[in-house]
């Protein structure tokens, strides 16, 4: 696993855009580069679900992008059991040789925030999506440009021979908040 001088030399090449050498509090969780990881921001776009009836049907993205309203602000009010998409405001380039991995904030986690795994595969490229669900039995307001997930580095045997680019992800070079493809 990386430390944090290997994080910040990783980042000097263009890994993590734009990085932060150290941890701030502005906004409640802080942000920036820890001693076993980096704590990503939250942008300032999310997609808010739209109650509705019917079944979701994964085989029609269509569908799937019509469920949510796009919201740019400085804040929001997550009432409880809403489930939004967000973007990391860092755009990520992980390199052949590294594999991240994305994990939840105690802070946020001991505010009923349910955060899943979420990896950052080698050649990857792009704005991390996060699915944010708060089980808090009251509100929560969240800020954009606060602290939102932390993503652990992980370093592969070596180069691997077939990275997310070579395979065509789908999620390739995405910026800011996008559905399910």
């Given at each position: 696993?990386?430390n ?8 000097a090449q263009?890994m993590?855009?734009?990085?932060c ?9 802080s942000y920036?580069l820890?001693?076993a ?5 939250l ?5 808010i679900?739209r109650p509705?009836?019917?079944i979701?049907d994964v085989?029609?993205p269509?569908?799937?992008e019509e ?6 602000a400085?804040s929001?009010?997550l009432m409880?059991?809403?489930f939004?998409?967000g ?15 994305c994990i ?5 986690r001991?505010?009923g925030?349910v ?7 080698p050649?990857?490229?792009?704005n991390l999506v996060l699915e ?8 929560v307001?969240i800020?954009?440009?606060m ?5 652990m ?8 021979v077939r ?13 800011g ?5």
């Amino acid at each position: 696993m990386l430390n944090d001088r290997e994080i910040a030399h990783r980042a000097a090449q263009g890994m993590i855009t734009p990085f932060c050498d150290h941890k701030r509090r502005e906004l409640g969780p802080s942000y920036g580069l820890g001693s076993a990881g980096y704590d990503c921001r939250l942008g300032d776009t999310l997609w808010i679900a739209r109650p509705g009836a019917g079944i979701v049907d994964v085989a029609d993205p269509r569908m799937i992008e019509e469920m949510f309203d796009p919201i740019q602000a400085s804040s929001w009010v997550l009432m409880p059991g809403m489930f939004v998409l967000g973007a990391t405001l860092e755009y990520f380039a992980i390199p052949r040789d590294l594999v991240g991995l994305c994990i939840g904030k105690s802070t946020l986690r001991r505010l009923g925030h349910v955060a899943d795994m979420t990896p950052l595969e080698p050649g990857w490229h792009g704005n991390l999506v996060l699915e944010l669900n708060f089980t808090l039995p009251r509100p929560v307001r969240i800020h954009a440009g606060m602290g939102i997930c932390q993503v652990m580095f992980d370093e592969l045997a070596g180069h691997c021979v077939r990275d997310y680019g070579d395979l065509k992800g789908k999620y390739q070079g995405q910026t800011g908040v996008v559905g399910a493809r």
